[in-house]
């Protein structure tokens, strides 16, 4: 795998800018890269880089706030690109394209979804500029292939983890989705907002992976945790205290509607969501957290329910009297509040 940070905006941006000090932070699996380019800045502009050491997963976990307090001029957040490239105050979105080709994977992929005439394309930053090229090589053998539009958070045919819109709107219009790159996160999300078929293309191993079977084990999972949460009679409501994962708004409203339910509330706020950090808190029996979806969703490690808003959604209608239905086929399970307002 070879992904290259975009170091040519980067650097502009620093010449343009001229800070003295830049705040850094990258996913964990573009740290060495990250690490580089920093020398380079340093080596080139004489420029000081700080590294946030805190978990970095996806867009939502920009450093703006924390500019300010390491007393540095700007931010850089590597590796989640999105419609805008500016976020908060002070951050600076840069891309991380991977180089890997498609060729090979999309041979068997188009093999495999033979059987579904009309196909949705989606992926995630790191391959966003390999959907065009794949959307024609699967024309030429005869798929109708659709891109879904871009928003004002997302570009055409992105998702995150966590926000699936722009192959949400097409999802009546194709019979499956196909996925470029290896992450099941991203595949098994999208198979579960969109209620459709979803393959995913790795492109390292060359390999086509139906998602069908984790994403049922996931929406077992989720279910089955909103039904164990209905007996709790003390829950803990937490606010993630992520840039773009503060949902105040949806904490308050959850805890309204349990309190009125005659459950008792416990409020927290956390960054990381994490079973070490809720096991002291013994004398509650269910959380709702507002923060990422994927902690709910994925998260394998907890000893008592730990919900997510679209979780929550269900439960609360269980609780009215209302039937939960699909409540994770939605566009999106959050909305990000990730400073995404372009300065
Ligand atoms: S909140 Fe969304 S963008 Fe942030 S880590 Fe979770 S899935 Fe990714």
Redesign the pocket.
Same mark, same amino acid.
């Given at each position: 795998m070879t992904v290259r940070i975009d170091e040519k905006r980067v650097f502009e941006i620093i010449e343009s800018e001229k800070p003295k000090v830049v705040l850094v932070n990258a996913p964990g699996g573009l740290l060495r890269q990250t690490k580089e380019l920093m020398e380079r800045v340093k080596e080139k502009y004489g420029v000081t880089s700080v590294l946030s050491g805190d978990s970095c997963?996806?867009?939502?976990?920009t450093a703006d706030d924390d500019v300010e307090e390491l007393q540095a001029d700007l931010a850089f957040h590597i590796g989640?690109n999105a419609a805008v490239t500016e976020v908060g105050d002070y951050t600076y979105l840069v891309d991380a394209v991977d180089d890997v080709e498609f060729g090979e994977v999309v041979e068997k992929a188009a093999v495999v979804l033979a059987p579904y005439k009309r196909v949705g394309l989606a992926t995630f930053s790191q391959h966003l500029h390999q959907l065009k090229p794949v959307k024609e090589r699967l024309e030429t053998k005869g798929f109708e292939v659709i891109i879904g539009k871009g928003n004002s958070m997302m570009l055409e045919g992105q998702v995150?983890?966590?926000?699936f819109s722009t192959s949400y709107q097409i999802r009546e219009q194709v019979d499956a989705f196909a996925v470029l790159g290896e992450s099941e996160?991203h595949a098994v999300?999208l198979a579960l907002a969109t209620g459709r078929p979803t393959f995913m293309l790795d492109p390292y191993m060359d390999e086509v992976t139906d998602m069908q079977q984790a994403a049922d084990e996931r929406r077992k999972r989720a279910i089955l945790a909103v039904y164990k949460a209905r007996d709790a009679r003390v829950f803990g409501v937490i606010t993630?205290l992520?840039e773009?994962?503060k949902m105040l708004g949806r904490s308050r409203w959850i805890t309204t509607r349990l309190e009125m339910s005659g459950r008792k509330v416990v409020q927290l706020a956390m960054r990381d969501v994490t079973a070490e950090r809720l096991a002291p808190h013994r004398e509650i029996d269910a959380f709702i957290q507002t923060?990422?979806?994927? *902690?709910s969703i994925d998260g394998f490690t907890f000893d008592r329910p730990v919900l997510s808003i679209p979780q929550a959604d269900a439960l609360v209608a269980l609780i009215e009297g209302r039937e939960p239905g699909e409540f994770l086929e939605r566009s999106k399970? *959050?909305e990000?509040t990730?400073g995404l307002i372009k300065r």
């Open positions: 997963f996806g867009i939502c976990d989640h995150f983890g966590c926000d996160f999300g993630g992520k773009g994962q923060a990422c979806p994927r *902690i399970w *959050i990000l990730v």
